[in-house]
């Protein structure tokens, strides 16, 4: 397995390749002649890199079809076209790239910075009009070598997504060309779903499901009949509680809910697969829709067996939705994904209408509702519900007890059980990985104090990991520059702390000559882009201002505007 990265200059170049089964390096400047006969030596093996499906991929392919480097980054980085259109024969050549890149709002400088190591940028300006000196060549391969260990993290970060994809084509017995296929398309090739070469034009023929009983709430079936505007979302009350019905979904919750008792959160099983095999609404263009549901069943057999191998056929089942409203997929059916999204939400609101009379409303999401029963025995009456929609619509609910509810709206809650286990969900508490450990202190004070009962002053105040305050700022390139106190800074991203040292300044953002605050970046701060993993909290760490965020965030969830 070879893991790489480019860096493209005006004129020069620099790729650094780790082989990791020789725990070899190879690192060529500006020899294309090197570079293709290291390929033609190694094009059997996978490549992996970040964003490397969408970057390097092509810059390595342009080199091996005689084009220059810099004309192919000027396309993709200038001009803001994808690779792919460069050259109408890229697809002849043979790399199996494997991109590590799972969410394209995320930098690998970010990723490097959630983890604790150095995010400090080359000082070799990428836009320099010369050739690099000796010196200057060395740095940049200093620089490069380091983004292809920080890829190698990534990927034994978020390792179980290859392992998944490798066993998918185990599976299908797929040629291993197509571990470079995204998620989605992997979904269409196995489905062997094609596009009809005649558009059909009936994106807004959908249908209600013919098990659907909405006595209470037609105006939302209205809402869907006479709109045919993605942009245009229905707001109204169901069952008490603020709800909004969009094109992908709905969503309602009580704002600032806190409250004790018996709870119960009911999802829909694989809803949206589900809806696909029970109501035809798979992609049209599958040629054997018989195949989707063998996936999902066989899928449904591993998973209740704790077999790894439901992990990869998860990757068909939840991709094919999605797939169905990409255009550029073999399973683009945008009528099809329409009487999945609107049939799964009325069905929703079908439950919801039955369930009112009994329970009350919590909040309730795409594939489910939080009800809380008015006396806990009314557990069977609920069941009883549930079992009957079930039975009629053909769908299969899942049940989860719990005894207490923070919410501060449907994208922010906290619900715990008897045992005093919790599932959090929303920036302000959610768990934090190695890859978005975005100021943890304050999730995990907010948790304590919600779920423990513990003072946030005490878990922050006692915490002198200085990794548990970082915050990770990127200023993006719709601004200019980024500026710390007066001095114009090179980076982009930024690993900023609190800080009572009056000598430490304020981080902003540049355009046009005009500064502006970077939001949850304190006034005054200190800056940190080296490696912070073992580093401890230093005296200046101001950590009021951590106190007051958390504070903040707690009556945000409370309701209270103090």
Known sequence: MLFYDFEVFKYDWVVVITNTEYQSEE??????????????????????GYNSRHYDQYILKAII??????????????????????????????????????????SLKQLEGFQGHDIRESSVDFTIDSELTSSQVDEVIKYCRHDVHETM???METITEFESQIELLKMFNLPLKNISKTKAQLSAFILDAKQPKVPRNDEFDFSFPNTLRIDKYKEVLNFYMENKDYKKVFETEIAGVHHIFAWGGLHGARSNYYGTGCFLNIDVASYY???MIEYGYLSRNVKNPDKFREIRDRRLEYKAAKDKRQAPL?????????????????????????????????????????????CDIIQS????????????????????????????????????????????????????????????????????SPLDN??????????????????????????KDLIKFQKIVKVSNKYDYARYGRKRMNERVFRVFASVDKNDHTLSKVKNGSSEKIPYVP?????????????????KLDYWWYLDLAVDRINAFLGDDK
């Open 27 to 48: 690192v060529i400047v500006n020899n294309e002649q090197a570079l293709i006969d290291f390929y033609n030596e190694h094009k059997t093996d996978i490549w992996v």
């Open 65 to 106: 079809c005689g084009f220059t480097p810099q004309e192919i980054n000027e396309w993709i980085i200038v001009k803001k076209e994808p690779g792919w259109k460069f050259y109408k024969d890229f697809w002849k050549i043979q790399l199996f790239n494997f991109d590590v890149m799972t969410n394209k709002f995320r």
């Open 153 to 155: 993290h990534i990927f």
């Open 273 to 275: 697969p589900a809806l």
């Open 314 to 358: 998860k990757i068909v089942i939840n991709g094919t939705y999605g797939a169905m409203k990409d255009k550029y997929n073999g399973l683009y059916d945008p009528l099809m994904a329409n009487n999945v999204c609107i049939g799964g939400m009325t069905l929703l609101l079908d439950l919801i209408e039955k369930l009112e009379p009994h």
């Open 365 to 432: 999401n795409t594939d489910g509702v939080l009800v809380k029963l008015r006396h806990c025995d009314d557990y069977e009456l609920i069941d009883d519900i549930c079992h009957e929609w079930e039975q009629r619509t053909h769908m299969e609910l899942e049940f989860e007890e719990f005894t207490k509810v923070i919410q501060k709206d449907v994208n922010n809650y906290i619900i715990v059980d008897a045992d005093g286990n919790y599932k959090s969900k929303g920036s302000y508490v959610k768990h934090l």
């Open 438 to 463: 975005d100021l943890p202190i304050v999730n995990e004070a907010i948790v304590n104090y919600f779920v423990k009962g513990i003072d946030p002053e005490e878990t922050i105040f006692n915490c």
């Open 523 to 539: 006034e005054r701060c200190f800056i940190e882009n080296g490696d912070i993993k073992k580093m401890e909290v230093p005296g």
